[in-house]
């Protein structure tokens, strides 16, 4: 089995096509986000745990831009925030899924032996 994830823009939406198993299934990255009105860039990033430093490295943004969009100095673009959360949300997904998969292996394992 494998996952490949692909953006796709459309004038209205931006999808993502997931193919997995040659089959294909959009997700639509505002029904995976949400409404991001009140959440702020550094909401996004205490959701991940890391320090700026690591957030910027990890997206590669500038440190003092990170900074300026946090202390309110400079507004971040929308569409940059609607694909870093979105982002966030899907390796979130991942990892839940990895989890997943690894109990029911041990959970299948034991049946085993």
Not at 62 to 88: C, H, N, V
Not at 95 to 111: I, N, S, W
Request: net charge negative; aromatic share 8%; glycine share 4%.
């Amino acid at each position: 089995m494998y996952v490949i994830f692909k953006l796709e823009t459309c004038t209205m939406c931006i999808k993502l096509v997931m193919m997995m198993d040659e089959k294909k299934k959009y997700i639509d990255i505002d029904e995976v986000v949400g409404d991001l009105d009140e959440v702020t860039i550094k909401d996004l990033r205490n959701e991940t745990g890391l320090s700026r430093q690591e957030f910027c490295d990890n997206f590669d943004i500038p440190y003092r831009t990170l900074q300026s969009w946090e202390l309110g100095d400079r507004e971040m673009p929308a569409f940059a925030k609607r694909l870093m959360a979105y982002i966030i949300a899907m390796k979130q997904m991942e990892e839940k899924a990895k989890k997943r998969m690894e109990q029911e292996g041990e959970a299948h394992g034991e049946e085993n032996n």
